[in-house]
């Protein structure tokens, strides 16, 4: 059966208005998706109705607003397919995730001898962490080399890497956000337990494209943003395997997150508030509720198998362009093409697309020194969402067809 992007594309207001005199053609949800009505309206009538600060509070509208925040938790512990809600941390999104557990983790658990070992496709917020608590722990941080422009990394050296060096803990990304491909976690973290190494997977390009169940894929840490799900910015969820959260110290402190404070001393509360400092994103926790929801309706493996075709399909138009230079394996590849058309700046390819009412992003999408492993300075990058249609690829394609033209060999 035909997927029904156009039936969908009517439940974001935002893709419906033109750009420059062009209609919008929206390819960078890479960097974040759009919000159907249902998220929107939501947030506004929760701030209409029911916003209160969370917690400890026992007038009416601090009891509802308590009730959608861990409502929410309850639902984000069930899109990873979780154990308990008591598993689930929010915080502002990816990056503040993985600090969290570069902090808490990091400090409590490594020292000179281990290893934090990650992969050279890593985007920033999976690498500057690791390099901080490095330095600050005596650790070393080591890589594991991807092969080309395909992404590709020998996986089958995990074995010999857990044997020769003392690696305490594995970070890795699921979808790379500049190459596309998909490593494959279950099989990844599965290796990793069987050495007793711990790992943390960055789901922030997979968690609203693929079906996800962490107790399946065995991780011990799982990251996300929730403006990259069709949920509200500033909001986002660590899962964390409720045994290793448990032995954890907070890396942030204040209200909330504490049961008793003396003038000497102050005790955590147990379970996920510990983690969250201070009076919460409540807002942006209702809007993901809801968001999340609205992605189970329409199933992850329809927008999984989506992506993949949209994905495949510009890959193929894309390399009929002259000069071109694709990233990232030519198939089985999540729904983003990054990408240099000859000597062409992606700044300037993106700039004239624009023009046309075309929308992506151009430049190093926060992998710098895979970039320069490359030797590139930057690439355009064109990432489609179920909404997306095929003939917005066409478009993409014609306008940079003309980009061609207009710039030269």
Not at 121 to 140: C, D, F, Y
Not at 240 to 249: Q, V
Not at 264 to 293: C, M, N, Q, Y
Not at 308 to 320: F, K, M
Request: aromatic share 8%; proline share 5%.
């Amino acid at each position: 059966m035909e997927f029904p992007a156009t039936t969908y594309r009517a439940d974001f207001p935002i893709l419906d208005q033109q750009v420059n005199g062009f209609p919008l053609v929206y390819l960078d949800n890479a960097a974040s998706t759009q919000h159907p009505n249902c998220v929107i309206d939501e947030i506004a009538r929760y701030y209409r109705e029911d916003h209160a600060n969370v917690h400890r509070g026992l007038h009416e509208l601090s009891t509802r607003a308590t009730k959608l925040y861990e409502a929410a938790r309850v639902l984000a512990s069930a899109f990873l397919g979780a154990a308990s809600p008591d598993s689930i941390i929010f915080t502002r999104g990816t990056t503040e995730g993985i600090n969290l557990v570069a902090s808490s983790w990091g400090d409590a658990h490594l020292g000179p001898g281990d290893t934090i070992l990650i992969t050279e496709m890593e985007h920033h917020a999976n690498l500057i962490p690791w390099q901080v608590i490095a330095r600050k722990t005596g650790a070393s941080l080591r890589y594991l080399p991807i092969e080309g422009d395909t992404g590709h990394v020998d996986w089958s050296v995990l074995e010999r890497r857990f044997q020769e060096d003392r690696v305490r803990i594995l970070a890795f990304t699921h979808i790379s956000n500049s190459l596309g491909c998909i490593n494959p976690v279950k099989e990844i973290c599965s290796t990793a337990r069987r050495h007793g190494v711990v790992t943390l997977v960055d789901a922030a390009q997979s968690a609203g494209h693929t079906p996800i169940d962490v107790q399946e894929l065995q991780c011990d840490f799982l990251v996300f943003s929730g403006h990259k799900c069709c949920g509200p910015t500033g909001i986002g969820v660590l899962y964390g395997r409720p045994e290793i959260l448990a032995d954890l110290e907070p890396y942030q402190f204040g209200g909330e997150m504490i049961s008793r404070v003396t003038f000497e001393s102050a005790e955590w509360k147990s379970g996920p508030h510990r983690f969250e400092a201070g009076t919460p994103h409540i807002a942006g926790a209702v809007g993901l509720a809801v968001a999340l929801d609205y992605l189970e309706k329409i199933g992850r493996p329809a927008i999984e198998a989506r992506d993949h075709h949209l994905g495949q399909l510009a890959y193929e138009r894309l390399a009929t362009l002259p000069g071109i230079r694709i990233l990232g394996p030519v198939n089985e590849r999540a729904g983003l093409v990054s990408f240099q058309v000859g000597t062409i700046h992606a700044h300037d390819l993106v700039a004239y697309a624009n023009q046309f009412g075309v929308a992506m992003r151009g430049g190093h999408h926060c992998n710098q020194p895979l970039m320069r492993k490359l030797g590139l300075q930057a690439t355009a990058r064109a990432s489609f969402y179920f909404y997306n249609t095929e003939s917005e690829i066409d478009q993409l394609v014609a306008v940079l067809r003309d980009a061609v033209r207009y710039f030269g060999p």
